[in-house]
């Protein structure tokens, strides 16, 4: 199955010659397991990390959810999350890993709960891409607005 979403994703999704797919499919792990740590997955979780993909990379609707079922593929089989930081870091600036916590935030708090995996994954991943401990901050907070009924 992994093999038939890798050949799907450089047929339909990975556009560019580079390392983009690579990238995409970085990003979408790292949202993939912010819905899954905590072993409850919801349906406003999926729906944002979802929208997430759409937006982040401009993908159609049936692109974005198969990009996200190949992330999930990789994450379950992954043993770290520095496979999906390391590209995240090389290729992304500051701003743009910035808005991937945001959004990784957004994830976290769709279900209107915060769990000890969740927290501990926002931790991690946030180490990992060097974001400080403002940005951090400010953008659980935003997410926090956002989910307790700011939008």
């Known amino acids: 199955m992994l093999k038939a979403l890798l050949d799907f994703f450089d047929?339909?999704?990975a556009t560019d010659t580079g390392d983009g797919g690579s990238i995409q499919r970085a990003t979408a792990a790292l949202l993939a397991e912010m819905v899954r740590i905590d072993r409850e997955v919801t349906t406003e979780e999926q729906e944002i990390a979802h929208r997430a993909i759409r937006e982040k990379f401009g993908l159609s609707q049936a692109d974005a959810q198969a990009l996200l079922q190949?992330?999930?593929a990789e994450v379950a089989q992954a043993t770290d999350y520095y496979q999906f930081t390391s590209l995240?870091?090389?290729?992304?600036?500051?701003?743009?890993?910035?808005?991937?916590?945001?959004?990784?935030?957004?994830?976290?708090y769709a279900d209107a709960e915060l769990s000890?995996?969740?927290?501990?994954?926002?931790?991690?991943?946030a180490a990992l891409l060097h974001i400080p401990d403002s940005v951090y901050i400010a953008a659980k907070m935003r997410a926090k607005e956002q989910s307790s009924g700011g939008g």
């Open 11 to 13: 047929q339909r999704i």
């Open 70 to 72: 190949l992330a999930d």
């Open 116 to 125: 000890a995996h969740e927290l501990h994954l926002m931790r991690k991943v």
């Open 88 to 108: 995240i870091n090389r290729d992304f600036t500051q701003e743009q890993k910035e808005r991937v916590i945001e959004l990784l935030w957004q994830v976290a």
